[in-house]
């Protein structure tokens, strides 16, 4: 139990909830959604006789395994190429690698291993090729966020767009043997993964407040180590106010998928939890971050998934 309590303390397990909910929820619209052609070929029917995509297990099963194994993956890379920045930070210097819990070597293994349980998983959902075929390009983007503070400010963005991923690819993953590429539809995940990845590029800011004098002194790159805490922290504030306003548009013209007024009730608290988030985060005080990281956010993914979930099934 130790040994499994490190392996999963590597790779922040308890950090999923922030991006499995919406790769649950994306499965939810995707699955409710009428496909392609459908409105215009049943013109005068009721909603319930469009035909919406199949229900497998198997893809139900693939979507899970996928994002497990390739989360794991990241993490661990992350962890692994960042090792002599984590050993210098005083704040990352009890991670396991710096630590000597973990070997470089095992978790370079365990790396290789979850990269390629997330490149096999695809294969669930064949007969549709398109998670194959994405699965080497989407990994290596995903990878990549590791070594992007070394030569970008944006860094914090390219986490967002990573986690944006999984509500497009969960998409295309259930309807893309289905229907003609994009689909009339295909705003949906659009929509959503514009939301997620403004939300976590937001945070990840915040986070990131926290090592602003640490990245100035070591040469690397974040938003806070440019503009300062304070403009960071402002930043960060517009990104969730764009990210606001992609979860109205998604309340707005998701009625097709299925969104109605619980999800629309659902972003008007998101706004309030955002608000919270931002007066819990200061740039003279630093010692809510974690609170305003964990606890608001996975409220936020979780309230999100519930509305939207009810709205579908409604």
């Known amino acids: 139990m130790s040994r499994l309590t490190d392996w999963l303390g590597l790779i922040r397990f308890s950090h999923t909830i922030f991006a499995l909910p919406f790769a649950i929820l994306a499965a939810l619209l995707a699955w409710s959604t009428p496909l392609a052609g459908e409105v215009a070929a049943t013109t005068g029917t009721s909603p319930e006789s469009l035909q919406t995509p199949a229900i497998r297990l198997l ?30 930070n005083p704040r990352t210097a009890s991670r396991h690698l710096p630590a000597g819990t973990l070997s470089r070597g ?17 294969l669930l959902f064949w007969p549709n090729p398109i998670p194959l075929i994405g699965s080497v390009p989407v990994l290596a983007f995903l990878l990549g966020y590791s070594l992007a503070k070394r030569f970008t400010a944006s860094a914090h963005l390219w986490l967002g767009v990573a ?23 295909f705003y949906v995940p659009l929509l959503l993964a514009a939301a997620v990845a403004l939300w976590v590029a937001g945070f990840d800011i915040l986070y990131a407040c926290q090592d602003a004098q640490y990245d100035q002194s070591k040469g690397l790159h974040s938003i806070p180590a440019r503009f300062g805490v304070a403009g960071a922290m402002r930043i960060a504030a517009g990104l969730h106010l764009m990210m606001l306003g992609f979860l109205a548009a998604l309340s707005w013209w998701g009625g097709a998928a299925g969104l109605g007024w619980l999800f629309a009730g659902a972003v008007a608290l998101t706004a309030a939890l955002v608000v919270i ?6 740039p003279d005080d630093l010692s809510r971050v974690n609170q305003a990281f964990f606890h608001t956010n996975a409220i936020i993914s979780v309230l999100l998934l519930i509305a939207g979930g009810l709205d579908c099934w409604l």
């Open 59 to 88: 893809d139900g099963v693939g979507i899970l395994l996928c994002m497990v194994f390739a989360r794991s993956a990241a993490m661990a890379f992350n962890r692994l190429v960042d090792h002599h920045i984590d050993a210098a």
């Open 106 to 122: 095992s978790v370079a293994m365990f790396t290789v291993l979850c990269s390629l349980g997330f490149i096999a998983s695809t």
């Open 163 to 185: 986690l944006s991923l999984s509500p497009i690819c969960v998409w295309l993953a259930i309807r893309g043997g289905q229907e003609p590429f994009p689909g009339q539809y």
């Open 277 to 282: 988030q931002h007066w819990l985060v200061r």
